[in-house]
């Protein structure tokens, strides 16, 4: 593997984008379905050196982001029980619930700890027998082999102690659902490179035909996404519909097949909702009966909540690329990666702290 | 009756979260929002690492830190000489030269004398590297579960060299930005420790005393406008809070940045950001763009600036706000951090 410099050099990209420019006759609208390649393209400031004809629009690919409120709130509810020790990976400390964020609940007593690995988890809960152990499992097709894995394992060692808030999404069908809407604007998708990295892209290849939508398998460097850029647009050009794997020094058709078989034993697809989208047919993942014993949302009984999202936030429309971020009335006013009012302000994949943290010098925003 | 002068920031924050102690944003609006407006005098006011006044003639200049670094032993160095290491810098970014410092330890019951031991002679040795003297001290035990078995809390005194006027508020649009090295070093160390990452080969903290690399940059000119080691919250933290109190506006090249590869795989690794990355010895001036090519070489003429480079420029347009040329030639904002930053999670 190159390291990773080549993949961000100047000459090479600035290359990729002349070939671009000379393909390209008329407008087209992309999506970048992952939220990290939303942020590569802020960070790197690729959009600036694309030409004008390319709207890249973002898409729904961000699990912090859509990570419904309501399991937000039982979340915080739970982390601020006496006995419990909540833990989860660092973004979603920050993003608020209907009136409050973990880091909060923390500050307030609670156990709340960031962990770099679901497994971290059971050895948490392996050393404290009299507490209860709960792991916030996030993420796309990437996060559920190893969430899946350490539910696996605290099944295999019958630990008692150890459970999991489940809020696992796939890619699929949310691309159909984005599809089927009138409203959709979207002519090509750059797939999410880490997520076909797991599950490969023969899951694709029938959506595309369906919905007459090039896709491109995109890894998350500027060269990688000014390749993917250009593969789609010269199908758009030349009338053509495939899956292109334009990232394969990471991905195969097929996928990583083990990691996808202990998917299927541990999870079961379902119908979920989707923060600011609402629901989505098919477009979960839950714990499958046989490992139900270690879902937190059946071991805590939280009573019900009454969900309050702020009526200012269009994070819906930001998720599904019909709004960009900087169109948004709060963007940068009321709503701040310091005081944020919706998961895509505070998320490190989120498309609004993209635009604020990277290019607000681009718009006419006071900060 | 105590009001805040601008209470907003605070008031979204009724307890203090860990952000507060993390040299981002928060950590700023506490001193800017509560203890600025609350201690109101003219030597506090410009916020900067240190206080520099005169008495009886000699310029003086003062400091304070708490450490309460986990863990106290971390490849490269500890809590101790990091504690010696930090007071000697932050007095330093005057122009001073240290001279004395202070000592206060809080101890938790049950923490083990052999492990003090080790950490007080650090400091000796610190100390004497450094050139200063540690004259007074506290102790304090507090009961088991009340700390982290041990907190080090270090002041410092240096003298000040007449005709040198070094603030953050001085920076000038037209100064060259100076860096004296390779960025990210302690932070990494101090995280490869603490979750058990293991790397290629083991990345060492960078903790080292600054006071003599400031004597060799003085040397060249006495005009340096502003230093400032960037610790917590990274290089972007420290020419944030630079753009903020001077009013200019920061350009720099992120090509210039050197970032050593075991650092720059690592943060890859946990989805951070090296200009987020804490620091503990290393140094940003700025300067007159006519003579920073003399201090350059001035400061890679020491074993502690080697690889010493311009990193960018003050600007008069969007002042308060750092903005740099990315690896692929466009632009980009580079904020203060919010809290601490936290790894990704996919
Ligand atoms: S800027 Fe803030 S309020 Fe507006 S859509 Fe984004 S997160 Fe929601």
């Known amino acids: 593997m190159k390291s990773l410099d080549a993949y961000r050099d100047e000459v090479q990209v600035r290359a990729v984008f002349d070939q671009l420019a000379r393909v390209i006759t008329r407008e087209w609208t992309l999506m970048e379905v992952c939220g990290g390649q939303t942020h590569s393209i802020m960070r790197f400031g690729i959009d600036q050196l694309l030409p004008k004809q390319i709207d890249l629009v973002h898409g729904p690919g961000c699990p912090v982001c859509v990570t419904p409120l309501e399991l937000i709130d039982k979340a915080l509810v739970i982390a601020a029980r006496p006995n419990v020790i909540f833990t989860s990976f660092g973004d979603m400390l920050r993003v608020p619930g209907s009136t409050t964020d973990l880091f909060q609940v923390k500050a307030r007593g609670g156990d709340v700890r960031i962990l770099y690995s679901p497994l971290d988890a059971l050895r948490i809960a392996r050393d404290n027998p009299s507490k209860q152990v709960v792991f916030f499992g996030v993420g796309f097709e990437t996060t559920a082999p190893a969430n899946g894995m350490a539910v696996f394992q605290a099944k295999r060692e019958a630990l008692k102690n150890f459970s999991m808030l489940v809020s696992h999404v796939r890619v699929p069908p949310a691309i159909t659902a984005l599809m089927s809407d009138p409203a959709n604007r979207v002519q090509a998708f750059l797939a999410a490179g880490h997520v076909c990295a797991v599950m490969g892209y023969w899951e694709y290849e029938p959506l595309a035909a369906q919905f007459r939508v090039p896709m491109i398998v995109t890894g998350f460097e500027p060269l990688d996404i000014a390749n993917g850029i250009l593969a789609a647009v010269r199908q758009l050009e030349q009338g053509r519909v495939e899956v292109e794997n334009a990232y394969p020094r990471a991905v195969t058709r097929e996928g990583n097949q083990p990691a996808q078989a202990l998917i299927a034993q541990v999870f079961e697809v379902c119908d979920r909702k989707w923060r600011g989208i609402g629901e989505i047919p098919q477009s979960g993942w839950r714990l499958r009966d046989e490992f139900r014993e270690y879902d937190a949302e059946q071991r805590f009984d939280v009573g019900s909540l009454h969900v309050n999202e702020s009526p200012l936030c269009i994070s819906g429309l930001v998720l599904q690329g019909r709004k960009k971020p900087n169109e948004c009335v709060a963007f940068g006013k009321q709503c701040t990666p310091a005081k944020p009012l919706g998961a895509t302000m505070v998320s490190s994949e989120g498309a609004c702290a993209a635009y604020y943290r990277y290019a607000r010098h681009t718009f006419a925003v006071v900060g | 009756m105590i009001t805040l002068q601008c209470p907003l920031p605070l008031r979204d924050y009724p307890n203090i979260v860990m952000g507060h102690g993390g040299g981002g944003k928060l950590s700023h609006d506490l001193v800017q929002h509560l203890f600025a407006p609350a201690f109101d005098n003219a030597l506090l006011a ?301």
């Open chain 2, 46 to 346: 410009p916020l900067n690492d240190q206080a520099v006044f005169a008495v009886e003639g000699a310029r003086l200049a003062f400091t304070t830190d708490s450490f309460v670094v986990k863990p106290i032993f971390f490849p490269g160095s500890d809590i101790g000489a990091l504690a010696v290491n930090g007071t000697v810098n932050d007095l330093a970014m005057s122009g001073a030269r240290p001279i004395y410092l202070s000592a206060g330890f809080i101890l938790e019951e049950g923490f083990a004398l052999d492990d003090l031991t080790r950490v007080v002679y650090s400091m000796a040795e610190a100390a004497k590297r450094a050139g200063v003297q540690i004259i007074t001290g506290d102790t304090k035990v507090v009961e088991e579960g009340h700390g982290d078995g041990i907190y080090i809390n270090t002041a410092g005194i240096g003298i000040a060299p007449n005709g040198v006027n070094i603030a953050a508020a001085n920076a000038r649009a037209g100064d060259a930005i100076i860096l004296s090295g390779a960025i990210g070093l302690h932070g990494i160390a101090i995280l490869s420790q603490r979750e058990g990452l293991r790397f290629d080969s083991e990345i060492v903290s960078d903790c080292a005393p600054l006071h003599d690399l400031v004597a060799a940059m003085l040397a060249v000119t006495q005009d340096i406008h502003t230093l400032r080691d960037p610790t917590r919250g990274g290089i972007a933290s420290a020419l944030n809070e630079i753009a903020e109190a001077a009013k200019i506006g920061i350009e720099i090249d992120e090509r210039a940045i050197a970032v050593p590869r075991d650092v720059a795989s690592a943060c890859e690794m946990l989805g951070l950001d090296p200009f987020y990355v804490a620091n503990e010895g290393k140094l940003i001036a700025f300067a007159p763009s006519e003579i920073a090519p003399r201090v350059v070489a001035a400061l890679r003429a020491h074993p502690l600036g080697r690889d010493a480079a311009i990193i960018g420029r003050a600007v008069t347009a969007h002042p308060g706000m750092v903005v740099a040329r990315t690896s692929i030639g466009a632009t980009r904002v580079v904020d203060m951090m919010i809290g601490e930053q936290l790894p990704r999670i996919c």
